[in-house]
């Protein structure tokens, strides 16, 4: 299991977690913002840490 953290100060909603999760984590929220509402199924493949331009997301295994 992996906790996600999202900076809501930083993140923009550019959504660019959103298009490169390979496992359906995020989607952009109502107000704009990523809402890792998938959050059971990240496999901590970090690719959504290093694609925000941001450095909006943190992933913690628990
Ligand atoms: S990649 Fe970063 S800035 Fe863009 S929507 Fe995701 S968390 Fe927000
Ligand atoms: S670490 Fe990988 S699987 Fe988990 S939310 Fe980020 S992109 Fe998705």
Known sequence: MYLINIDREKCTGCGQC??????GVF???DDDKTD???A???V???SCVES???QAIAI???
Request: with cysteine; net charge negative.
């Open 52 to 54: 925000c331009p941001e």
């Open 36 to 38: 890792p509402f998938n």
């Open 44 to 46: 901590g493949c970090m």
């Open 18 to 23: 959103v298009d490169i999760c390979p496992s």
């Open 27 to 29: 989607q952009m929220g």
């Open 60 to 62: 913690t295994e628990m």
């Open 40 to 42: 059971s199924e990240c």
